[in-house]
């Protein structure tokens, strides 16, 4: 069965400040790669998705995330971080044929004022 | 477009009641998903409909949760005795399928908090 690792569990980074998220799968065959947010209080988000194509996919507020077929990664990143960036941001991932998301640990990111 | 609803948002109970949790997904989505999310931990699935039939409820714990869609729209998700690590979000989604492949990602609710104490 497939699974998602999301090494880091917490990030604390001061606005401004670069950040990238890891996200490890492990399945050997077509993928759908997402990411989701959870800002608190509120319902898990859709930040960005991965099918097909360029590699270097673009999302909502800023979010971009790089899919690397050698390394089984699909890391989350963005240039510069705001405090409203605070959240819990998950990956998720649909490998082959499978009907269902499976989704990683998450990382909660912690943005300092 | 309007939501996935879920409700109730907050339940708490005592080990051995029962619980119901209800879904109403997008309008126009035939897949419904409910999945459980324990504190600290990433949404894990429990149970899969494809309109009012199960596709996979593999990691759904039959002894005691059971969940039906029965006009293909809205859905219920019950326990029955609850227990303590029963405590989690209860998570509904639901997404446009077609050709048995995931057209665009889930759209979740807000999610159930259940107490279980």
């Known amino acids: 069965a497939q699974s998602v690792s999301q090494h880091n569990h917490h990030v604390i980074l001061s606005e401004a400040a670069s950040l990238e998220l890891g996200c490890n799968y492990s399945y050997g065959g077509t993928v759908n790669l997402f990411w989701y947010v959870q800002y608190p209080g509120q319902h898990l988000q859709l930040l960005l998705k991965?099918?097909?194509?360029?590699?270097l996919v673009k999302g909502i507020k800023g979010f971009e995330a790089e899919f690397i077929k050698s390394k089984f990664s699909f890391n989350l990143r963005k240039p510069s971080v705001q405090w409203s960036d605070t959240a819990e941001y998950f990956c998720a991932v649909r490998a082959g044929s499978a009907r269902q998301l499976t989704f990683g640990s998450g990382t909660q990111l912690t943005v300092l004022p | 477009e309007a939501g996935v609803a879920q409700s109730p948002r907050y339940k708490i109970i005592e080990k051995r009641q029962s619980v119901a949790f209800w879904c109403n997904p997008i309008?126009?989505?035939?897949?419904l998903y409910w999945y459980q999310q324990i504190l600290g931990q990433g949404p894990k699935l429990l149970i899969q409909?494809?309109?009012?039939?199960?596709?996979?409820d593999s990691q759904l714990p039959k002894d005691r949760f059971s969940a039906e869609r029965l006009k293909g729209v809205d859905s219920t998700l019950k326990i029955q005795p609850a227990k303590l690590e029963d405590s989690a979000v209860y998570l509904c989604?639901?997404?446009?399928?077609?050709?048995?492949?995931?057209?665009?990602?889930?759209?979740f609710g807000s999610g159930t908090r259940l107490t279980v104490v």
């Open positions: 991965y099918f097909s194509g360029d590699p």
């Open positions: 409909f494809q309109n009012n039939g199960v596709v996979d």
């Open positions: 989604a639901s997404s446009l399928v077609s050709g048995g492949a995931i057209q665009t990602g889930y759209t």
């Open positions: 309008s126009g989505h035939a897949t």
